[in-house]
């Protein structure tokens, strides 16, 4: 059990164990990145930067734990990777920041030393994200200083603290980010510096020999989501860029200014350094702009320029290897965040963007199609204008392709609760078409133009209610008449269930509003509301008995 650090060997030694430790874990916290974005390489980037901290340690003009950790933290800097070897590399200067003017490190000094690479690596972002490896860090920094504060303990009971603190802060990662939480999984960078700061409590407590036997435990979240598959979105991505690292030196640099000048340049900023030597990680579509006017300020070293697009294919193919595998995929078509999310909740694995006016090419489908971990996918076109390019698909693929023809979303909705995990392709596929012909569908939307339709003079700009994409039965300046007006005509004794999604340009008051009429009128009818964010459609409601 470490009471104090004397010397900048010991510096080296513990640092050396945690640097080794995350080699041991490195390829499963890049496999932590479920997602189809560049940079799935957090683990590995992390690793080449502790490397090059190591290297730079033993180069340390003197052997004093001031000197060892200044020339570690210029390590870390100059050999910095990706994020999240960059935002390391700011916990490092954090730490050179407090203990590069002392001959000792005790447990007061280590507590706030970690509070300084707390704060210096919040400074380093121009947009710091909580969920990340910036909170873990703040944590552990936090109950670092708690137990320090407490008096009459050692350096090893105050990284202790830390150490569980980063742990519990890892696992609760997911209930901070969102799009951690979907995927159900940690922060990959914050579960790296778990990692290193644990390796490092084991040297502490005089444990380094006995690692090259053990492998790091990865932390899970905190609050697991049920096993699923990730849903892979078939977005259409805007371009990612180039992934562009560079660092400048000279004389005066000013990261600030330098922060500030590029903040509105590209995505994924961070600007650290000093006033010798400043590090860039940006991403961009012209790298060409930002490099004429970085060399304005000094010399560029360590350049590298990586096209995100290219690394991205790359990466989904990747990612198909490490996803769990279905029995049977689920490909469905949708527009709007509220039933793009309900159809992911139901089960579906890929959602194609399109509907109406929206849509989606064959190539649209079938890319998602190959994106499902299955070799047995079922899609649900949710319009009829998409069933006969969702028909192509089959012809294009070795996959076994079933398309069931749902024309509108409550019939993309029914087939989904029908689907059973259990069953085979054929069993519910049957189940699926069965499920979609108990369920009508009322859309009701502006006319575009004046007409005469079904009996009924339409003017431009009237609310209009159609029929399972086929009928129009109502029509009306006002919106609340031509609701009301379609239900009566289509509710039935049969109909237990009417589920309004609202989207356009319709807000909730006034949906709650038109829900609380159905609830009047209809008694005995069970009536939902559900924010579906969709386009062009103020409301599409289902009736399903």
Known sequence: MKATIETGQELRDMFGAAARWLEKSASEVDAINVFPVPDGDTGTNMLFTMRSTMEEAFRAPDHSTAQVMKAMAHGALMGARGNSGVILSQVFRGLAKKLGDKDGIGPKEWAEALGEASRTAYQGLSRPVEGTILTVMRDAAEAA????????????????????????????????????????????????????????????RGEADELQYRRPQLVAAADPMPPKVTPLTGVKEEPYGYCTEFIITGEKLDADRIRKRLDRKGQSLVVVGNENAVRVHIHTLDPGAILHWAVSLGTLHQLKIQNMDDQHVDFIEMQKERLPTLDIGIVAVAAGQGITELLQSLGASAIVPGGQTMNPSVRDILQAVETVPSDKVIILPNNKNIILTASQVHNLTSKKVAV????????????????????????????????VKSVRTIEVTRAVRSTRFDGLRIKRGQYIAIVDDEALIANDDEIEPVILRALQKMVCGNVEVITLYYGADSQASQAEGIVQQIRQKYPQVQVELVRGGQPHYNYIISLEG
């Open 145 to 204: 200083t708690a137990a320090a504060e407490k008096g009459g303990v050692t350096l090893t009971e105050v990284m202790e603290a830390a150490v569980e603190a980063a742990k519990r802060s890892v696992a609760r990662t997911p209930l901070l980010l969102p799009v951690l939480k979907e995927a159900g999984v940690v922060d990959a960078g914050g579960q790296g510096l778990y990692i290193i700061l644990d390796g490092a409590l084991h040297y502490m």
């Open 404 to 435: 069931i023809p749902t024309k509108t979303i409550p019939q993309g909705v029914a087939a989904l609760l029908a689907f059973n995990y259990e069953g085979n392709l054929e069993e519910n596929t049957r189940a699926m078409e069965a499920a």
